[in-house]
């Protein structure tokens, strides 16, 4: 499904449980777009500089496993750039003004509840994929964080009159996630009421 909405939605976002994976989806998106199709340019913003890195790890740890030898031109934390195709993975932090400058062929958004400036971010980089795939990813975070930053959840329950297309991923997708697998969890949290139902929703309103 997340394969055929990326092919024909351009305003995606999504409310996802824990650990799904979207990331590493997301991340191949990346690769793919900037390895085979001239002068790409995808971007990504991340809660911070230290989530902005493991992004571009993820893209990095892709294209080296891949069966075929793809030559870089520039491979740094901010920009990685495919010499035969001219295609670019940018990354930068949330702040204000990120995103802004360029014209991407896709943007991700990771973990939109917990960027400090989601609000404003979004004005500087939804012109710069008019054209574009826009993916907004996030958790739901928890109360405090949520109260200061509700953007995400105001964008989410906002579609489609806004828009966007909006997914929701609870915990069983994915795979190996049993009812098993649920209950270790929810003993774990027993001690911090609300939180395995943020953290592993079932439901949309769980999540928030």
Excluded at 100 to 118: C, I, K, Q, S
Aim: with cysteine; charged share 20%; proline share 5%.
């Amino acid at each position: 499904q997340m394969v055929e909405d990326a092919a024909t939605i351009h305003r995606l976002i999504y409310l996802k449980a824990r650990q799904i994976g979207l990331s590493w989806f997301c991340a191949a998106l990346q690769v793919w777009g900037a390895a085979f199709f001239k002068n790409w340019i995808g971007g990504v913003i991340s809660a911070g500089q230290t989530k902005s890195n493991q992004f571009m790890e993820k893209c990095r740890f892709i294209k080296e496993h891949l069966p075929y030898y793809l030559p870089l031109v520039t491979d740094n934390t901010e920009n990685i750039t495919f010499r035969d195709s001219g295609g670019q993975i940018l990354a930068d932090p949330s702040t204000k003004d990120a995103g802004r400058g360029d014209t991407y062929n896709l943007m991700e958004v990771d973990e939109a509840a917990f960027h400090p400036y989601a609000r404003q971010n979004f004005a500087a980089y939804e012109p710069a994929c008019e054209n574009g795939l826009l993916i907004v990813v996030s958790s739901a975070g928890d109360d405090e964080q949520q109260i200061v930053n509700d953007w995400f959840e105001e964008m989410y329950n906002g579609a489609p009159d806004n828009g966007f297309t909006a997914r929701f991923l609870p915990w069983s997708a994915r795979p190996g996630r049993d009812e098993a697998w649920y209950n270790v969890r929810k003993a774990r949290f027993a001690a911090t009421p609300g939180q395995m139902e943020r953290q592993y929703p079932n439901t949309v309103e769980e999540a928030f």
